[in-house]
């Protein structure tokens, strides 16, 4: 199986600043690649779908990039409100998600 | 608007069996699959396997072969998980999600708000 990668675990950053995680599946992928926001004791809410198309409602601050094995999140000007573990995830059989990357405010 | 209702918390004994509940409304449920994801305390999301509401075709994560089954109602639009043979480390937060009716390959737009399965002595 497919296993997906994503870093950094952790980062803390400021209010404004460009924040970007990272993720690598083992083998390369079609674009069946999502990334989700989970906010502390809330659901996983999806933000990206198909490596790069914005969910609807999602700020577009947030945006997803890559392709093969390695893509990309980035939030463009972090706000308080985003504090959250952000996941990657295939979508393809099997689905797999990536372990996770938790971002803070400095 | 789509909307998938869990059933309640539960706290059960190691060795015990559980099932949880996923009551969708809002689409036609045959249309689509459920897919389910568990999340352990503090850990990260992990999926446990699929089913289809449609045939009731079933894929389940090679880790969870053993422990769960999948099955689903059609006359109440409802899926369902059982969890066999609890141990603690099945202390989690269990979340049904919609999936594509052929084989679990859909990105997860919407979640049940979760059911907390506790496993203590």
């Known amino acids: 199986d497919i296993q997906m990668t994503q870093s950094p675990s952790s980062l803390s950053a400021s209010v404004g600043d460009r924040v970007t995680i990272t993720c690598r599946a083992s083998?390369?992928?079609?674009?069946?690649l999502a990334w989700y926001q989970q906010k502390p004791g809330k659901l996983p809410q999806l933000l990206i779908y198909a490596a790069s198309t914005l969910e609807s409602g999602v700020p577009s601050r947030f945006s997803g990039s890559g392709s093969g094995t390695d893509f990309t999140l980035t939030i463009n000007g972090l706000q308080p409100e985003d504090v959250a573990t952000y996941y990657c995830q295939k979508y393809s059989v099997p689905p797999t998600f990536g372990q996770g990357t938790r971002v803070e405010i400095k | 608007q789509v909307q998938l209702v869990q059933s309640g918390a539960e706290v059960k004994k190691p060795g015990a069996s559980v099932k949880v509940s996923c009551k969708a409304s809002g689409y036609t449920f045959t249309n689509f699959g459920i897919s389910w994801v568990r999340q352990a305390p503090g850990q990260g999301l992990e999926w446990l396997g699929w089913?289809?509401?449609?045939?009731?075709?079933?894929n389940y994560a090679e880790k969870f072969q053993d422990k769960i089954s999948l099955t689903t109602d059609t006359s109440t639009n409802t899926a369902f998980l059982q969890l066999r043979s609890l141990r603690a480390d099945d202390t989690a937060v269990y979340y049904c999600a919609r999936d594509y009716p052929r084989e679990p390959s859909d990105c997860f737009r919407h979640w049940g708000q979760g059911t907390l399965i506790s496993v203590s002595s």
């Open positions: 089913i289809s509401a449609h045939n009731g075709k079933t």
């Open positions: 083998q390369g992928l079609r674009n069946y």
